[in-house]
Each structure stands twice: as C-alpha cells, then as structure tokens.
C-alpha cells in the first residue's frame, strides 16, 4: 500500500486508489473528480452567504437585483448538474427530490449516487457547519438509465462513500473501502490537500452526542443507556455531551476525538429521523472504515436492505467499544 503524506492533492489519491483496483476503468475516478468540482462550488456559495444575502427564502431577490435561493436548493442543482452530465452515473437520489433523478440521455454510466445535498441546513443562517453526504454504488447491471432497484442496495454494497463539511475551513472526508482520508480545501489555490491521512475513530471516549430534548419519547433503553452515560462509568464518565444539530458536523467531532452520535426512534417517530440512504450508510461506512461502528440497536446499518428512497432508521454510530455498550443495552432492556 502507498504511504499518504499529508499534503498530496485529492485527485492524486483517487488516482491512488483507482490503482488499488486492477482493471479499473477510471470511471468511478471520474465520478469523485467530479464530485470534488462540486464541492469547491457550494463550498464558495457557503462562504459568500452572508455577504450575497443568498439566506432566506428561494425566490427572494438579492442586493444586486438577481434572484437568489436558498443554499440547500443550490447545492442541489450544483450535485445534480455535475452528476448528470458527468458519464459515470445511471441514476440518483437526493434529499431534496421525492422520485429518483435521471441523467442526461447519452450520459449514462455505470454507478449510482444518493447524496443529501446540503445536510444540517436548518443550522445555515447561523454560521453552524453543514454538510453535503453522498453514497456510490455500482448499479445492478443492464445499460442505459438506472432505476430504483440500483439504488435500493445494501450499504455493505457502497464503492465509496463521504461528506463535505464547510466549516471554519472546507474538509472533504471519503472512503473507497480502503481507510478514511480528510483533504481541506486551500481556497486561495482551489484544491483539496490531505491534511488527515487515514483516520481512525478511538475505540473509546467521552463524548456522546443525542438530542436529550426527545428524551420523554424515547423507548426505555435508550434512556437507560444515555442515563448510564451520565454516570461514572467505572471512572470513565461522566460523559460530556456535544450536540450541534448538524449530522456531518456531530459526526466529524467524534470522528476525529471519538464519541458516540445518537439519533434514536421515538414514541411519535418509530424510525427515527435519519434517512438510510444518504445519511446513515455513507456515515456507517466511513465509521466502520475508521474502526469503528454503526448500527440501529438491532441490524448493522450497512446490512439493512432498503425498501424506499427516503426510508429512515434510528442511529447509533461512532466509537466501537461506546456503540457496542449502546447496543448491549438496547438488547437487554428489549428483552
Ligand atoms: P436538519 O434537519 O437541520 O437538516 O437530517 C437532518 C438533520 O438536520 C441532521 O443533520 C441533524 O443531525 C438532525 O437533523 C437534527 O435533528 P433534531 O433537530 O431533531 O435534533
């Protein structure tokens, strides 16, 4: 395996990883190349949203007299056009869009995309990091454009998976199955450096992240876990609590210091929230690629067989050993 120095441009370790594969045809290279352009472009329009007023609602009219929209809008028209006119995708999905997204005629390629184009936005207007997660399969097989049944895979079935993260700098992490890599965007010369070479989540730690406000409709076990959290744990806790409300920003905190992210069903909610394909797989992967764990209390989340575009699972995902206790405990209060 070649060893990763910080600093090596992305598309060198796509170009990297692509070699991992004999008999790759550069396709799925294409694909992220592309996805990165994406990302440069939301990562700019995230930077410039105060100062363009692009905040509010779509339709709205900027100082300029322009019409403007809203930022997850946007970055899902920039994923959208860049995906379909790309050549190495058959079919999409995204947050945004209720029914699967065809690519341009002439264009189809031979993967899939489900993406969550602009995650976390309701923290957008007050400079909260938010998030753009995508999850790529191969399709099925056959030619032409993709359907449903392409999409609908397995987790444990992604090619690769990650998240862009626009915070106090832009920090685009990914998998390939072959560990974790965080590149940050230098905007002053427009590419993305390795800055985390293969990163792997603590086993352990004490940081857990869930909205506590829930906590009345939460199911017994769950509760029963967070309190156990709050105690000493043998003198590992008290735990600290870190909840931003930004899946891709939670996420990204615990990757790097390790902590457990909940986000579990609920009296009025028995799914929970989070949806499989474009939030809970792409983050299980790269968990699990990290050393770490995601599950839904019952199922691992990469073993789950979805059935529609937007299903939702609960989630529980982050440092092996904390995810493992959750799931102990989810097991025997159910019982
Ligand atoms: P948002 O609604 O702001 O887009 O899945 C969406 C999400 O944010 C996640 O990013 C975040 O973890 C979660 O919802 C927050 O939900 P609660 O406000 O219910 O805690």
Known sequence: MLVKRKGITISRQIMDDQMLHPGATGELTGLLNDLVV??????????????????????????????VQKLDVFANQTIKRRMEQCGHVCVMTSEEDDDIIPVLDGYEGNYTI????????????????????????????????????DLLQRGSKQVAAGYIIYGSSTVMVYTTGHGVYGFTLD?????????????????HSLYYSVNEAYANHWFDSTRRYVD?????????????????????SDFHRNLIKG?????????????????????????????????????????????????????????????????????????????
């Open 228 to 248: 156990f959290l709050k105690q000493a744990d043998g003198g590992k806790g008290p735990y600290s609590l870190r909840y931003i409300g930004s899946l891709v």
């Open 259 to 335: 902590g457990i992210f909940i986000y579990p069903e609920t009296d009025s909610a028995p799914k929970g929230k989070l949806r499989l394909l474009y939030e809970c797989n792409p983050i299980a992967l790269l968990a699990e690629q990290a050393g770490g764990k995601a599950t839904n209390g019952k199922t691992r989340i990469l073993d789950i067989k979805p059935t529609s575009l937007h299903q939702r699972t609960p989630f529980y995902v982050g440092s092996k050993n904390m995810v493992a206790k959750a799931e102990a405990f989810l097991k025997i209060c159910n019982t």
């Open 114 to 149: 489900a993406f969550d184009p602009l995650d976390g936005s309701t923290n957008i207007d007050v400079n909260v990091s938010v998030g753009t997660i995508f999850s790529i399969h191969r399709r099925l097989g056959g030619t032409g454009q993709g359907s449903a049944a």
């Open 38 to 67: 994406a990302g440069k472009i939301i990562s700019a329009e995230v930077n410039m949203a105060g100062l363009a007023d692009i905040l509010g609602q779509s339709g709205r009219t900027n100082i300029q007299g322009e019409n």
């Open 187 to 203: 905007p002053s010369v427009g590419e993305f450096f390795l800055s985390h070479p293969n990163i792997t989540i603590p086993e």
